[in-house]
């Protein structure tokens, strides 16, 4: 087992079967969630489980996906029969091409360097549908309480932080991640689901090619 492995695994298996306590960001993609219904979303990282509860509180059938078996065994805890995938997204995803029409992506995509990052953007983008979106929160290079500027700097905004690997974004790399999309929302702010405030980026992006 891998160090990152495990960090992640004694992680979730701390929280016990806790429920987990979400925000409403998808709240305003109650339009876009709504063409799913027939087609499973996918929680790409689905960690403490908040975004796949969100969901299925509200109706949809969700795949929850996540690097931790813990993060994945915790679900039963608050989900009836719920349906998941250990997966590592710097390998190929378990899904077939245009198999989905949503992937959700909540602090997942900002734990790997560049060249890994490109490459799961472009799966993300061939497991989508015509029109599909992403919608997805990121680090930002704001977000000194949670290890931006800190640590090992190991390539631009991608830092080694006790042990831990973090990426930072900015605009102009969250443009040039994207620039083969259709991005509709792309906006920096606050977060207070934490204990510390957190600062990340959000982006609501359309496959369109």
Known sequence: MSDQSRYWNELYQSQGNEKPVYDLWLDKYAAILSESTKIPIIDLGCGFGNDTLYLHERGYSVISCDFSSEALKRLDCFIDKPVTQVLDLKERL???????????????LHYFCWTDTLKIVAEIKRVLGKDGFLLARVNSVKDKNYGANQGIMIEENYYNVDGKLKRFFNKAQLDDLFQTWEVQYCNEYEMGRYKNAKILWEIAAKKID
């Open 94 to 108: 378990p899904f077939e091409n245009q198999s989905a029409k949503i992937v959700i992506a909540d602090l997942s």
